[in-house]
């Protein structure tokens, strides 16, 4: 990986890929890696059923991609 020209970063910043899906934008690998790190968990994956670039709507899954966390207060289901 190779800075722009004319761009430097201070030498005590170490800069690398983030992961073995770098460059693939900003839902995968970042956004995932952050809902984790956060404590939520994937629980629907959902596929891919249109995709459009022109739309509003770009991707479109089914069943929808889901994920959920503990509420703080109750952290244990109950039902």
Do not use: N, Y
């Amino acid at each position: 990986m190779q800075l722009a020209e004319d761009f430097s970063v201070p030498k005590w910043l170490r800069v690398e890929p983030f992961g073995k899906h770098s460059g693939w934008g900003k839902d995968k690998p970042i956004w995932f890696e952050r809902l984790e790190r956060d404590g939520w968990i994937l629980t629907a994956a959902g596929s891919i059923v249109k995709t459009d670039f022109d739309a509003k709507v770009k991707i479109e899954f089914d069943p929808p991609i889901t994920c959920e966390k503990a509420h703080p207060s109750w952290p244990t289901d109950t039902r």
